[in-house]
T-cell receptor, first 116, second 110 residues
Framework: DTEVTQTPKHLVMGMTNKKSLKCEQHMGHRAMYWYKQKAKKPPELMFVYSYEKLSINESVPSRFSPECPNSSLLNLHLHALQPEDSALYLC???????????????FGPGTRLTVL | DQQVKQNSPSLSVQEGRISILNCDYTNSMFDYFLWYKKYPAEGPTFLISISSIKDKNEDGRFTVFLNKSAKHLSLHIVPSQPGDSAVYFCAAGNTDKLIFGTGTRLQVFP
């Protein structure tokens, strides 16, 4: 199983809603990532988890709250988002946390989020 | 300030010929470089990588060249195939940072 799955595929939410994005992998990877990708822009790293602990937070606003309940799951909790947060949110995982950012990352298909 | 740039947003190549995708970076602290391919409605897929101690890495039809003095890397695809049509992202970084380029859309036509 070399797949990273993400749910939901699409999400529309209002600025007062609370929602969560989910990511799952069963490759035994111990590093997991959240990226944000706006249209016609490159993916931008948001968070890195190594061995279920947050190791990198790229100064992401607190309205995005990541959670790694176990080595296979990664969540991104969303609250009080703004319309400019509308984007494709990509999850990825890689095998080796000690060199996480340079290790081959396996990406999920993404969740396309629209904030109204 | 875009630290990793792909100055060609699109490239069109005939099937069987060579595709050359270019990438420039500004941070001399970057020591690892990767190429990812992305099809519509899918996440990026890893293609090939190179570390700063090498200047070339080859994997089948894909070769990545690194010119550290020029802070430039390129991806060569030979021969190009229609299934190679996708958006290609280069990424550069180290253990603390990874920056993706803006992407080049490659179209391989018969």
């Amino acid at each position: 199983d070399t797949e990273v799955t993400q749910t939901p595929k699409h999400l529309v939410m209002g600025m007062t809603n609370k929602k969560s994005l989910k990511c799952e992998q069963h490759m035994g990877h111990r590093a997991m990532y959240w990226y944000k990708q706006k249209a016609k822009k490159p993916p931008e790293l948001m968070f890195v988890y190594s061995y279920e602990k947050l190791s990198i937070n790229e100064s992401v606003p607190s309205r995005f709250s990541p959670e790694c309940p176990n080595s296979s799951l990664l969540n991104l909790h969303l609250h009080a988002l703004q319309p400019e947060d509308s984007a494709l949110y990509l999850c990825a995982s890689s095998h080796e946390p000690t060199s996480a950012l340079t290790d081959t990352q396996y990406f999920g298909p993404g969740t396309r989020l629209t904030v109204l | 300030d875009q630290q990793v740039k792909q100055n060609s947003p699109s490239l069109s190549v005939q099937e069987g010929r060579i595709s050359i995708l270019n990438c420039d970076y500004t941070n001399s602290m970057f020591d690892y470089f990767l190429w990812y391919k992305k099809y519509p409605a899918e996440g990026p897929t890893f293609l090939i990588s190179i570390s700063s101690i090498k200047d070339k890495n080859e994997d089948g039809r894909f070769t990545v060249f690194l010119n550290k003095s020029a802070k430039h890397l390129s991806l060569h695809i030979v021969p190009s195939q229609p299934g190679d049509s996708a958006v290609y992202f280069c990424a550069a970084g180290n253990t603390d940072k990874l920056i993706f380029g803006t992407g080049t859309r490659l179209q391989v036509f018969p």
